[in-house]
């Protein structure tokens, strides 16, 4: 680790990598995900891919303005090198909305998050004016789904996304598993059609695509290097649900409606 590396930014990338004590006794379970190495999105999000997957298991964190700030900084910096690639600035933002409406629910859902600054302060309020994505993370998917081809990248981190936990407006939906697993088997097969010829094998099922392995990432490793290889605690894999655009959803699709087809 570099040894310029802030008090801050060293407790951040403890919560990427080495902090056992902070998660459940004896579960020293990893993952990794093959697949999608190339994918520009994808490996830009992985160390934040990785904190989700830690937030997930931590029972207490006591750090959370410091948490907070340096996830703010990281997806400040993420935009900015995206648009420097030549993505488009609507895609970006999209792309933003994802990632922040994944990290707060995964923030959220846990006691210690539940009742910090993290619930007045959500990352979807700093950067989206919004406090809930459950919705819109959906239309966004909605929308791109129209125009695979361009948007692949975008249709590929949102399923990922969706292996690492985030339900939505499914979560307290009746019903709403099933219709969740159905879809992203659906959006799964999509992907499969441009990634399979690619590959010697099919790309199999999606609960296959998530490979456990023992083997946990080590501090010398860069934030910024980890390319297609991150950690991904799932226990299941679910489904995307197409619905109609509401009422609540006009702000984001003032953007989305920029958004070449």
């Given amino acids: 680790m570099d040894e310029t590396a802030t008090p801050e930014r060293t407790q951040f990338d403890q919560m990427l990598f080495e902090e056992p004590e902070a998660t459940p006794a004896g579960d020293d379970d990893t993952f990794r995900l093959q697949g999608f190495e190339d994918n520009r999105l994808v490996h830009a999000a992985?160390?934040?891919?990785?904190?989700?997957?830690?937030?997930?298991?931590?029972?207490?964190?006591?750090?959370?303005?410091?948490?907070?700030?340096?996830?703010?900084?990281?997806?400040?910096?993420?935009?900015?090198?995206?648009?420097?690639?030549?993505?488009?600035?609507?895609?970006?933002?999209?792309?933003?909305?994802?990632?922040?409406a994944l990290i707060d629910e995964a923030v959220l859902g846990t006691d210690w998050g539940a009742y910090s600054v993290w619930s007045q302060h959500s990352l979807l309020s700093r950067f989206h004016n919004e406090t809930w994505g459950g919705e819109k993370v959906f239309a966004i998917l909605s929308r791109m789904e129209q125009s695979p081809e361009r948007y692949r990248d975008m249709l590929e981190f949102i399923y990922l996304a969706l292996c690492l936990g985030f339900e939505g407006r499914y979560k307290v939906m009746d019903n709403g598993r099933d219709e969740y697993e159905r879809i992203i088997n659906g959006l799964y097969r999509q992907i499969e059609t441009w990634r399979a010829p690619d590959r010697e094998q099919s790309l199999g099922s999606a609960l296959d695509h998530v490979i456990p392995a023992r083997n946990r990432l080590r501090r010398g490793f860069p934030i910024w290097g980890l390319g297609g290889l991150f950690l991904v605690a799932m226990g299941t894999v679910y489904t995307l649900y197409s619905m109609a655009l509401d009422e609540r959803m006009k702000d984001l699709l003032s953007v989305l409606d920029q958004l070449p087809t």
């Fill in 46 to 100: 992985t160390p934040l891919l990785g904190l989700v997957i830690r937030i997930r298991r931590l029972a207490a964190f006591d750090q959370v303005p410091t948490l907070y700030q340096q996830v703010v900084d990281d997806i400040t910096a993420i935009d900015r090198s995206l648009i420097e690639q030549g993505y488009e600035r609507p895609t970006v933002v999209a792309y933003r909305y994802v990632l922040c």
